[in-house]
């Protein structure tokens, strides 16, 4: 898939003052970018098919990098590590699930001390209100249990859909790909699939990963965005793609 190229027009640099110069030299290097991401081919089906054998050669059975017990505390430390890393996650749910496993459990604990527990977690305070009014409605709705349901978990306080792409993927087993920054990145960089949404990046994904790596293709793509295709500097020497990557930022 191409972008379209757009035409840059300046006047002459030495005609301008420094300033007017900086300018158009940033809006050539902007047009370079674009050019550079325009000539970036999409892989085609068997390349994406030799992709994701290479990650499932890798890594059969890959697995989450969040701590939890069981799909209570996984809803909870997905909802959890909304714009936080995993690690930082982990590390306030080790204590709390040891005392609030189900969600009976986490309302007898109460907002107050559940906010004391998770405050090294960004945005802790609205996540605790959040895991509170959800605990709630499972416990009304659901009879205290994490529902297999897109729908009726995308109604629980806290939960996008992402979160319930992840829940439906780790907790159920279902073939969803949740798009996180990782998994955004990497896509639209090899890329597998060009968007400017998570749900293009999405949709764009479903179309081409092969059904038999749909059930592993977000953990794979997570790990390889956070371990090995980084945001700031791809460790492109060990990365086992990297003949089928067409990334302008390749570094090999
Ligand atoms: S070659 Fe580099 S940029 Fe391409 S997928 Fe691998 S790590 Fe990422």
């Known amino acids: 898939m191409k972008e379209p190229q757009t035409p840059v027009s300046v006047p002459p640099e030495a005609a301008l003052t420094p300033i007017g110069a900086a300018k158009i ?11 550079r991401k325009a000539k970036a081919k999409l892989p085609d089906l068997a390349e994406v098919a ?35 890393t995993d690690a930082g996650v982990n590390k306030a749910t080790k204590a709390l699930f040891a005392i609030a496993d ?14 004391d527990m998770i405050k090294t977690i960004g945005l802790y305070q609205a996540k605790a209100k959040n895991i509170m009014a959800l605990c709630a409605n499972l416990i009304e709705n659901y009879g205290g249990q994490v529902p297999h349901d897109r729908e009726a978990l995308q109604s629980l306080a806290g939960v996008g859909r992402k979160t319930a792409n992840v829940v439906l993927n780790i907790a159920f087993g279902e073939p969803t790909i949740a798009v996180d920054t990782h998994i955004f990145r990497v896509s639209n960089r090899i890329p597998l699939a060009i968007g400017k949404t998570p749900l293009a990046v999405e949709q764009g994904l ?15 793509l997570i790990l ?13 020497e060990r990365c086992i793609i990297s003949d089928l990557c067409h990334s302008p930022e390749k570094r090999v």
């Open 50 to 84: 030799e992709i994701f054998r290479r990650f499932a050669a890798a890594d059969p059975h890959p697995e989450g990098e969040l701590y939890s017990v069981n799909d209570f505390t996984f809803l909870i430390a997905v909802v959890l590590s909304a714009q936080a």
């Open 25 to 35: 030299r940033e809006t050539k290097i902007r047009a370079s970018a674009k050019t």
């Open 224 to 236: 390889h965005g956070r371990h090995v295709c980084k945001a700031r500097r791809p460790e492109c």
């Open 102 to 115: 189900s969600p009976e459990k986490m309302l007898a604990l109460g907002e107050d001390k559940l906010r």
């Open 206 to 220: 479903e179309k081409i990963v092969p059904p038999e790596y749909k059930l592993h293709a977000h953990v794979w």
